[in-house]
């Protein structure tokens, strides 16, 4: 079985450039996750949708930051502009909601450098 | 506000010594779940074991085990006999429970394990 993929798995971009980082969740999951990991704050929860609905963006940074879930198989996370402190994994995950418990699945991460 | 805490930072050890890692939650929710996972060097976070807060019967798999006690709060993970394979970094999470926003994870600071040969 397709765990969660994201893409692109490295992105190297200059300040002031866009960045949309992708992620599928696990077919039939209805709960997604982005998670941002840094050597500073560890991993942290940015934004997570149920049902293609966020529910909690209170992580989002600032708003250069934006999520969209426009479909059950599919979810972006746009930085514009990006800026060298945005430079972190950012981990997609996704698990079976509203059953409670379930296990979070991620994805193997982007890598994002601002330079 | 939930909390996990993984004191130790570092840990080293040579092929074939057990280890434990620790981890210390702090929760006011009744149920809830806790879980381990690995990163190892390629970054990925792989899933390792998720135990309710009603189980407190300790778990083995394999070289791994985990021993939960509500009384400390306490989810420690045990490994016996390690490999180089085990170097990585192992985080402790603590999950809030939610029909309706489903399952939020809390996580520790990470446990970064190196097992020399």
């Known amino acids: 079985d397709a765990g969660v993929i994201q893409s692109p798995r490295h992105e190297v971009t200059e300040m002031g450039q866009e960045v949309t980082l992708r992620c599928k969740p696990i077919?039939?999951?209805?709960?997604l996750f982005w998670y941002r990991q840094t050597m500073m704050r560890g991993l942290e929860l940015l934004i997570y949708?149920?049902?293609?609905?966020?529910?909690?963006d209170s992580g989002m940074p600032e708003d250069r930051f934006s999520a969209k879930m426009p479909n059950a198989s599919f979810s972006t996370l746009k930085i514009q502009p990006s800026e060298p402190r945005d430079s972190a994994v950012y981990f997609c995950?996704?698990?079976?909601?509203?059953?409670?418990?379930?296990?979070?699945?991620f994805g193997e991460g982007s890598w994002l450098t601002v330079v | 506000a939930q909390k996990v805490t993984q004191a130790q930072t570092e840990i080293s050890v040579v092929e074939k010594e057990d280890v434990t890692l620790d981890c210390v939650y702090e929760t006011r929710d009744t149920t809830y779940y806790l879980f381990w996972y690995k990163q190892p060097p390629s970054g990925e976070l792989v899933f390792l074991i998720r135990?309710?807060?009603?189980?407190?019967q300790n778990e083995i798999s394999g070289r791994y085990s985990w021993n939960f006690q509500k009384s400390t709060s306490s989810f420690n993970f045990t490994i016996t006999a390690s490999q180089v394979v085990d170097s990585a970094v192992y985080f402790c999470?603590?999950?809030?429970?939610?029909?309706?926003?489903?399952?939020?994870?809390?996580f520790g600071e990470g446990t970064q394990l190196t097992v020399n040969p």
């Open positions: 077919s039939g999951h209805n709960s």
């Open positions: 999470a603590l999950s809030e429970v939610s029909e309706t926003s489903g399952s939020r994870l809390t």
């Open positions: 949708f149920n049902n293609n609905v966020p529910i909690d």
């Open positions: 995950a996704s698990s079976l909601a509203p059953l409670t418990g379930n296990t979070i699945y």
């Open positions: 135990r309710n807060s009603f189980d407190e």
